[in-house]
């Protein structure tokens, strides 16, 4: 088995602060997702990428930047947050384009 | 781009009781995965189809392997535990994006 790690779990920040949220997998997965969910809504791809070095921009990139440093990790920037957003960012990897594991979210809030 | 709709968007079961949701999508799929988030935020992973049924307990999903549009996931003598929201999702057609339904909130009561 393996394991998906996130951190920080919990993520605070302020209006216009560059934020960076960083995400681990074991599986020895080629791909990895970024999405965000916003309070009692569905998820909505922000990133993704299909190997190391690849990215590749999903529904919602528009405000973040990513980063595929090698095969185990992949990072997503808020580059500037926005006053009073409030969301929960959730990391998955998978082989190719079959079932995706998921971390356990880091909440952002942004003061 | 490719849709998936959910149903239904709430739901309330007694303790003991059976139900089915469903997930329709627009397109034929290769596969449909199943998840259920609880409150925590957490997304376990329930199933993972490319066709046929598949059984876990009280749980069972189907994918119907002719259409490949349509998938349901029947929840058995429902529990306390059950309680949660209820997403599918399948990959898009020719990319790597997943699509995901805007969820099932169940709600088990005693």
């Known amino acids: 088995g393996g394991i998906i790690t996130q951190t920080p779990k919990f993520l605070i920040g302020q209006e216009g602060q560059k934020l960076t949220l960083k995400c681990q997998q074991n599986f020895n997965h080629d791909t990895m997702y970024w999405y965000r969910q916003d309070s009692g809504k569905g998820l909505r791809l922000i990133y993704y990428?299909?190997?190391?070095?690849?990215?590749q921009k999903g529904d919602l990139s528009e405000g973040y930047d990513a980063s595929r440093e090698k095969k185990s990790s992949f990072s997503l920037t808020v580059t500037s947050a926005q006053k009073n957003e409030m969301a929960v960012f959730l990391c998955a990897s998978s082989i190719d384009r079959d079932e995706q594991y998921f971390g356990p979210g880091t909440r952002l809030t942004v003061l | 781009g490719d849709q998936v709709e959910q149903s239904p968007s709430a739901l309330s079961l007694h303790e003991g009781t059976d139900s089915a949701l469903r997930c329709n999508f627009t397109?034929?799929?290769?596969?449909v995965q199943w998840f259920r988030q609880n409150s925590r935020g957490s997304l376990i992973s329930l199933f993972y189809?490319?066709?046929?049924t598949k059984e876990n307990g009280r749980l069972k999903s189907a994918f119907d392997s002719k259409e490949r549009r349509y998938s349901t996931l029947h929840i058995r003598d429902a529990q306390l535990e059950d309680s949660g929201t209820y997403f599918c999702?399948?990959?898009?057609?020719?990319?790597?994006?997943?699509?995901f339904g805007a969820g099932t909130r169940l709600k088990v009561i005693a």
């Open positions: 189809l490319a066709s046929g």
């Open positions: 990428s299909i190997t190391e070095n690849d990215l």
């Open positions: 999702a399948a990959p898009n057609t020719g990319n790597y994006k997943y699509v």
């Open positions: 397109t034929t799929m290769r596969s």
